[in-house]
Structures are given as C-alpha cells and as structure tokens.
C-alpha cells in the first residue's frame, strides 16, 4: 500500500519560514520524480516544484528563490523550504510521485496559511 504523508505545514506570519516534510512508503521512493503541488480556496491544484531521482529540480516561477524542494532518498522523504512566505501562498499543499510524467500518488495535503 503506498502512503505519502505530509507534515509540517501552519500558521506563520508574511517573511516567516516553514519545513515541509512528505513521508513516502510502499514505492521505490528513489525511483519516482517527486514533486509538490498546492491548491488554494477557489482555484486550480498548480506544481509548485519537482525534483527527479537525481536532484534536478524546477519551480513554478512565483516561488523561484524563496523555495527550495529537497529529497532524502534513503530515508524515503521529500522536503520543501519555504522562505519569506507571502499570504498568496496560502493553500493546501500536496506531495505527489510522479511515473512517465503523471502523479501516480498523492498525499493527503497540508495546510499553510500565511497571515499579513
């Protein structure tokens, strides 16, 4: 059974940081390009960032320089730095592992909420 479950999001004030974490089991975690989705009240689920097997990474462009999406492949875990957090990234946040360039898998999301 796979499980991809994150951790780590709240409530922080503008320019404060959060570590998002995503726990990974029931899949060959080194294997997967993983990445972290976000979806805020009233709009779309947008890529925030993705990182294959070997720690190339790619952001979305409004997060460029604030974010920093990290892998532990032995530990099967996936992180997200999020600096200088503004409240337009406030959304529910998802970890998914992604196969031929589809999310195979999901997490049940974590919550951010950034307050001005």
């Known amino acids: 059974q796979v499980q991809l479950v994150e951790s780590g999001g709240g409530l922080v004030q503008a320019g404060e940081s959060l570590r998002l974490s995503c726990a990974a089991s029931?899949?060959?975690?080194?294997?997967?390009?993983m990445a972290w989705y976000r979806q805020a009240p009233g709009k779309q689920r947008e890529l925030v960032a993705r990182i294959t097997s070997g720690g190339s990474t790619n952001y979305v462009d409004s997060v460029k320089g604030r974010f920093t999406i990290s892998r532990d492949n032995a530990n099967s875990t996936l992180y997200l730095q999020m600096n200088s957090l503004k409240p337009e990234d406030t959304a529910v946040y998802y970890c998914?592992?992604?196969?031929?360039?589809?999310?195979?898998?999901w997490g049940q999301g974590t919550q951010v909420t950034v307050s001005s």
């Open positions: 998914g592992a992604l196969w031929a360039l589809v999310t195979r898998y």
């Open positions: 029931g899949i060959i975690f080194s294997s997967y390009v």
